[in-house]
């Protein structure tokens, strides 16, 4: 569980929030905030005023996983394998163990054809995927994804997006996809640094009805 209390920072102010959720989404206009909260919520930065807390502990000093909007930024090493196998090294899994979690890993991500792969050759999907991977590979506490279905080609987002609402991390991801959000467990509306919206899809997006947050497949109706 996730709780925000007094949250002051740069254009957020949260007074007090409970995310309760398996799967939460995190929508609204570009510049309402949505990254600040993510990386807050990573550990990444720490809020100048109140406070974040992962069931009851600071999120820096959990096993966070993070996939950013733009995986260039963050893929550290020039193979594949060695991307997705290094935050086991880093907490000294053996080196079988190692390559064995990373291989099924990939492998249930329909990716294990990257393997072997220069990191720089990949497409910008491709490398979602190796990122995605990297961050899950060592189960983490907290997943958090900042639009990381925004450049992907159809497979590589459905492949993504079934992992996030079938795997066993909680997660946090903010995405353009309102049929995504729809799907989460609760979907959390931010405009200009302050949640509008949060509670399950049907009630979320029902105040958001007639707006461009609407899902498409909602429209159409069953």
């Not at 997705?84 to 991500?109: G, I, N």
């Not at 720089?120 to 900042?146: F, H, M, Q, T």
């Amino acid at each position: 569980m996730i709780h925000i209390e007094g949250l002051r920072h740069h254009l957020l102010e949260i007074p007090s929030l409970t995310i309760a959720g398996p799967k939460v989404a995190l929508i609204g206009r570009n510049g309402a905030g949505k990254t600040s909260l993510l990386e807050l919520l990573a550990g990444i930065d720490r809020p100048k005023e109140g406070s974040i807390t992962v069931d009851g502990e600071e999120p820096r000093t959990l096993r966070v996983g993070w996939v950013g909007e733009f995986p260039d930024h963050t893929i550290l090493f020039s193979r594949v394998f060695d991307e997705v196998c290094s935050s086991l090294r880093f907490t000294y899994v053996p080196v079988a163990e190692a390559e064995r979690m990373a291989r099924e890993t990939m492998r249930s991500l329909g990716a294990l054809h990257l393997w072997d792969r220069a990191t720089a050759e990949l497409s910008g999907g491709e490398k979602a995927l190796v990122a995605y991977a990297a961050a899950v590979v060592n189960p983490p506490r907290l997943l958090i994804l900042d639009e990381v279905d925004s450049h992907l080609d159809e497979r590589c987002a459905s492949l993504i997006s079934d992992s996030i609402l079938h795997s066993g991390f909680q997660t946090v991801f903010c995405t353009q996809d309102m049929d995504l959000a729809a799907k989460a467990d609760e979907v959390l509306f931010l405009d200009n640094g302050r949640v509008v919206q949060h509670g399950p899809p049907q009630e979320v997006f029902h105040a958001l009805e007639g707006s461009c947050f609407y899902p498409n497949s909602w429209r159409m109706g069953p």
